[in-house]
Antibody, heavy 118, light 108 residues
Framework: QVQLVQSGAEVKKPGASVKVSCKASGYTFTTYFIHWLRQAPGQRFEWMGWINADNANRKYSEKFQGRVTITRDTSASTAYMELSSLRSEDTAVYYC???????????WGQGTLVTVSS | EIVLTQSPGTLSLSPGGRATLSCRASQSVSSSYLAWYQQKPGQAPRLLVYGTSSRATGIPDRFSGSGSGTDFTLTISRLEPEDFAVYYCQQFGSSSYTFGQGTRLDIK
């Protein structure tokens, strides 16, 4: 079945970086975009950016521009999201999601909890 | 950035009842790019409706979406026990994606 499986929970200190992976299966990886979003406690979902899994074109939200890097490895059908200069406000569950052309997110990973604490 | 405001914040209904959830946008949203999700505790969101009124794969027909411009609605007829969850609307516009704050649907 179509699924996205993310890497496990992380605990990081302020100022560090975190890299989360998202492995796709059940469909042709290069035919969809992969998006990254996050849900902080008590906050709305925030869209962070996307990568075109075919040609690696990327777009980032202005809020995260300069701190986020999204990459992909087509041989492994895996996308990655790296967030740098972490602060406590970055504590959240991070999700990858598949993006068809309809402006929505049709398949989601299970989420990865990133905790930023000294 | 388009801000989505959902109402009510919490809706308490009984199984078998009908739920009407509202999503209002701060400016006009293309009907092609308005979606609804269901999220249960500890789980990722599940896509229910996209393009305002198209049900996602496997979504039962008791879920229906409607609306245009700045006002959109998700209706759940004949509530089942598994429908009690948090619901989010989401839009795509101006190269960005935003979500509403959610409506919690509780069992009365």
């Amino acid at each position: 079945q179509v699924q996205l499986v993310q890497s496990g929970a992380e605990v990081k200190k302020p100022g560090a970086s975190v890299k989360v992976s998202c492995k796709a299966s059940g469909y042709t990886f290069t035919t969809y975009f992969i998006h990254w979003l996050r849900q902080a406690p008590g906050q709305r979902f925030e869209w962070m950016g996307w990568i075109n899994a075919d040609n690696a074109n990327r777009k980032y939200s202005e809020k995260f521009q300069g701190r986020v890097t999204i990459t992909r490895d087509t041989s492994a059908s895996t996308a990655y999201m790296e967030l740098s200069s972490l602060r406590s406000e970055d504590t959240a569950v991070y999700y990858c999601a598949r993006g068809p052309n309809s402006g929505c997110f049709d398949i989601w990973g299970q989420g990865t909890l990133v905790t930023v604490s000294s | 950035e388009i801000v989505l405001t959902q109402s009510p914040g919490t809706l308490s209904l009984s199984p078998g009842g009908r739920a009407t959830l509202s999503c209002r946008a701060s400016q006009s949203v293309s009907s092609s790019y308005l979606a609804w999700y269901q999220q249960k505790p500890g789980q990722a969101p599940r896509l229910l409706v996209y393009g305002t009124s198209s049900r996602a794969t496997g979504i039962p027909d008791r879920f229906s979406g409607s609306g245009s411009g700045t006002d959109f609605t998700l209706t759940i007829s004949r509530l089942e026990p598994e429908d009690f969850a948090v619901y989010y609307c989401q839009q795509f516009g101006s190269s960005s994606y935003t979500f509403g704050q959610g409506t919690r649907l509780d069992i009365k």
